[in-house]
């Protein structure tokens, strides 16, 4: 069964760091690249970047992410610094093709990250 | 970056009615486009890529169509479990973006 399970909620202060970890069974992880996706509470989902061969993060988070992956743990991660208020979310991981139109078919279950003084 | 605008971003609607949500892209994407669909609470479920292909496993009654700038997912008869809302998705280009969505309610 392929799935992507998440690591728990996480609150933190501003200026903190988060770090999710979302790990992946049920498929050759190498073979399809991993998309961060959030979603603030009421708005639309919102792309943070990718991991495949290579990591690409959004321009918007470029400074403040980092996606990497472990493949032998097949396990892929994000980490969000300098944490601001408007970084509270829910952060999925998905996973999508490495190149063309196929959408992102598998989504994690969701990691709600809060950021409260 | 490529606007996604959908409309209408609220949509009220009677069980076996045919809906039709509408996405359009600020520049051409070909077909490079997915739609979702999404519960409270959980996570996006992928409906359409490439535009007009049905993720397997998802019912017929969904389609989708076009391609360039102007695209639509269709539900041929709302049923009760299609009350969501729906997010469009280009990949055509880098960053990938997403509509804004459409929530359908009766």
């Known amino acids: 069964q392929v799935q992507l399970v998440q690591s728990g909620a996480e609150v933190k202060k501003p200026g903190a760091s988060v770090k999710i970890s979302c790990k992946a069974s049920?498929?050759?992880?190498?073979?399809?690249?991993v998309h961060w996706v959030r979603q603030a509470p009421g708005q639309s989902l919102e792309w943070m970047g990718w991991?495949?061969?290579?990591?690409k993060p959004s321009q918007k988070f470029q400074d403040r992410v980092t996606i990497t992956w472990d493949t032998s743990a097949t396990t892929a991660y994000m980490e969000l610094t300098s944490l601001r208020f408007d970084d509270t979310a829910k952060y999925y991981c998905?996973?999508?093709?490495?190149?063309?139109?196929?959408?992102?078919?598998?989504w994690g279950q969701g990691t709600t990250v809060t950021v409260s003084s | 970056d490529i606007q996604l605008t959908q409309s209408p971003s609220f949509l009220s609607a009677s069980v076996g009615d045919r809906v039709t949500v509408s996405c359009r892209a600020s520049?051409?994407?070909?077909?490079?486009l997915a739609w979702y669909q999404q519960n409270p609470g959980k996570a996006p479920k992928l409906l359409i890529y490439?535009?007009?292909t049905l993720q397997s496993g998802v019912p017929l009654r969904f389609s989708g169509s076009g391609s360039g700038t102007e695209f639509t997912l269709t539900i041929s008869s709302l049923q009760p479990e299609d009350y969501a809302t729906y997010y469009c998705?280009?990949?055509?280009?880098?960053?990938?973006?997403f509509g804004g969505g459409t929530r359908v309610e009766i």
């Open positions: 998905a996973r999508g093709p490495l190149t063309g139109r196929d959408g992102i078919d598998v």
């Open positions: 049920g498929y050759i992880f190498t073979n399809y690249a």
């Open positions: 991991i495949r061969s290579n990591t």
């Open positions: 520049q051409g994407i070909g077909s490079y």
């Open positions: 490439a535009a007009s």
């Open positions: 998705q280009q990949s055509n280009n880098y960053p990938v973006t």
